[in-house]
């Protein structure tokens, strides 16, 4: 028995059988083979390296055709290496030997390839490191059009998903069913999947840094979303405990379920309206089954899957329509694509992607997406409440982009006589620290704001909130993340503009009072987050809340507001405190 220690990011327990995903060139599996199943999966390898190597003849021949032969040359080297022993015949035996899946056996020789050449003293000969990975990339990706390739779509049975990054785009195709916890190397509590994790209520420990490594294919794993710990083949003992666990968390539900009715109104008369952050149009039930007044945030990239097709017009009509009639007559806050940056997309596009043309700004390469998205959207306006909302804007010029396209497709919808409703608010998330910094001008452009505090925080405090060697660092009440939000409360109160916060720190009691304390009246989080926030805000009167942030606004740091919070609110709210 092994027990590994991460951060506990969605709550509850689960056992099974792990599955192991790594990345390379896309998602790289490992599984164990049973004995008889070796023989059909080399010849699978052996077909994909003479895929590769049929492709490369090409490529090569088109080469020396149209720019010389002599440009051709490279691709000798890369089908050197896809022939030489070194490289095929140790994959095929790590395949035999092992009982590997290829890609796992490929993986393997690649890395002791790469161990081999940075070896070498020569140059030249440790720069070939690259055109190994080239070589090696082009198998992967043959494999992985193979039949019988493994994929994340269709998982063979019920599984604890072992990841190193799973990123956003693959687990929108996830076959969620499927998936009793979640177990990944990097990540936090604000990380993509943590909080789609939360949002599906499947138990999910991040940032274990090495958990891909430790964890063999096929291995017996308990997981503890509470704890933040993972246990690799449990003892009996252990085994008991966690089902003991698993039982009071399942019951902890069923209570906190039974709030739904309940008004979130604080003792003091003051009501605050909750809503549920969503990622996939099935999630508008658990929205309800946990009370939430209205969808304050529909991450809409969640749309596009792996394959990062956009869907069409009609499509999304279609789930925007099912949305408002499943929360009627609650609204439904839709955030425009946010890909690029962490959130969605092929891979990281520049080494810094979390500054790189994310969202809006993609705008500026090709408006197209975003006018499909705004006509579905005011179409389906007509059909109820519905909210657009712009993500990662900086400031009013790319504002004033993005709303002059609002007024072009509605220019055209008017033209064609097709039904929409003019008067969709059209609000943004705050969460590029100069959106802060200029809220009072951005006020006067929008109808309403939400706070996106994962990001704002991540770029305000210049802390990474993916990486888990920075997290300890992610500090939400930090005195420079409760100045800007006071700050961001007041432009909107100035200004008359409703205001919410739909990040993390809304889904936690604590920092839910804080934000009522600072003036926000809407919070937009995981729904099962929903009955605990309100629990903590029928506990504490807003003017007991406002009295405490204001005091939080005097203090230094980070830890001596989360002390004085703790000490002042009551047990409910702050449990430990
Ligand atoms: C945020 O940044 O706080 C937010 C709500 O959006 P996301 O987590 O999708 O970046
Ligand atoms: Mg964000």
């Given at each position: 028995m092994t027990s590994l220690r991460g951060t506990g990011v969605s709550p509850g327990v689960a056992v099974g059988r792990a599955l192991v995903v790594e990345h390379e060139t896309g998602p790289v599996f490992r599984l164990s083979l049973t004995p008889d199943g070796r023989e059909a999966e080399v010849l699978r390898l052996e077909q994909a390296l003479a895929a590769s190597a049929a492709q490369l003849e090409a490529i090569k021949e088109r080469l020396s055709r149209e720019v010389g032969a002599k440009h051709a040359y490279i691709f000798d080297a890369h089908l050197l290496m896809l022939r030489d022993p070194l490289l095929r015949d140790r994959a095929v035996e790590e395949v035999r030997q092992e009982s590997v899946n290829a890609e796992w056996a490929l993986r393997t020789v690649s890395e002791s390839l790469h161990t081999l050449f940075s070896q070498f003293s020569d140059a030249y000969l440790r720069e070939r490191s690259t055109d190994l990975d080239d070589v090696i990339g082009r198998v992967q990706l043959n494999l992985r059009g193979s039949p019988g390739a493994p994929s994340l779509a269709r998982l063979p049975e019920p599984v604890v998903l072992v990841a190193g990054d799973l990123r956003p785009s693959e687990a929108a195709e996830l076959d969620w069913d499927r998936v009793l916890a979640i177990v990944t190397d990097v990540g936090s509590s604000t990380y993509h999947t943590a909080i789609i994790a939360r949002s599906l209520g499947i138990p999910a420990v991040a940032g274990l840094k090495d958990a891909t490594r430790r964890i063999a294919p096929g291995a017996l794993v308990a997981v503890d979303g509470v704890r933040g710990e993972v246990v690799v083949d449990p003892s009996p003992e252990a085994l008991a405990t966690l089902r003991a666990a698993q039982e009071q968390h399942r019951r902890e539900d069923e209570r906190l379920r039974g709030t739904r009715g309940l008004l979130a109104c604080t003792p003091d008369g003051v009501a605050?309206?909750?809503?549920?952050?969503?990622?996939?149009?099935?999630?508008?039930?658990?929205?309800?089954?946990?009370?939430?007044?209205?969808?304050?945030?529909?991450?809409?990239?969640?749309?596009?899957?792996?394959?990062?097709?956009?869907?069409?017009?009609?499509?999304?009509?279609?789930?925007?329509?099912?949305?408002?009639?499943?929360?009627?007559?609650?609204?439904?806050?839709?955030?425009?694509?946010?890909?690029?940056?962490?959130?969605?997309?092929?891979?990281?596009?520049?080494?810094?992607?979390?500054?790189?043309?994310?969202?809006l700004r993609l705008l500026r390469r090709s408006a197209e997406p975003f006018r499909v998205q705004l006509r579905a959207l005011l179409r389906a306006g007509a059909h109820g409440p519905i909210r657009i909302m712009f993500p990662f804007v900086s400031g009013v010029s790319d504002l004033r982009v993005a709303l002059g396209l609002v007024e072009q497709v509605k220019a055209e919808l008017r033209a064609e006589g097709t039904p929409f409703r003019d008067d969709v608010p059209v609000g943004i998330n705050i969460e590029v620290p100069s959106a802060a910094v200029v809220a009072d001008l951005l006020a006067a452009e929008v109808d309403f704001f939400s706070v996106g505090t994962n990001d704002l925080i991540q770029y305000l405090l210049a802390v990474d909130r993916t990486n888990p060697r920075v997290s300890s660092l992610y500090e939400p009440l930090h005195p420079a993340v409760l100045r800007t939000l006071a700050g961001i409360a007041r432009a909107a109160e100035a200004s008359g503009r409703s205001l919410s916060v739909c990040g993390e720190m809304a889904g936690q009691p604590l920092q839910a009072v804080l934000l009522v304390g600072l003036g926000f009246r809407e919070l937009s989080m995981a729904p099962s987050a929903i009955p605990r926030v309100k629990e903590a805000l029928r506990a504490v009167p807003a003017a007991e809340a406002q009295a405490l942030a204001a005091r939080c606004l005097e203090l230094s740091s980070g830890p001596e507001i989360e002390a004085l919070v703790r000490d002042s609110l009551p047990e409910v709210v702050a449990p430990g405190g």
């Open positions: 605050v309206r909750l809503e549920a952050n969503v990622e996939f149009p099935e999630e508008a039930a658990t929205a309800q089954l946990y009370g939430a007044q209205g969808i304050g945030l529909f991450r809409s990239e969640y749309l596009l899957g792996r394959g990062l097709r956009f869907p069409t017009e009609e499509q999304q009509l279609d789930v925007y329509h099912r949305l408002l009639e499943q929360m009627h007559p609650f609204p439904v806050t839709v955030r425009t694509w946010d890909v690029g940056g962490e959130a969605l997309g092929p891979g990281p596009s520049s080494p810094n992607p979390a500054l790189g043309e994310r969202a």
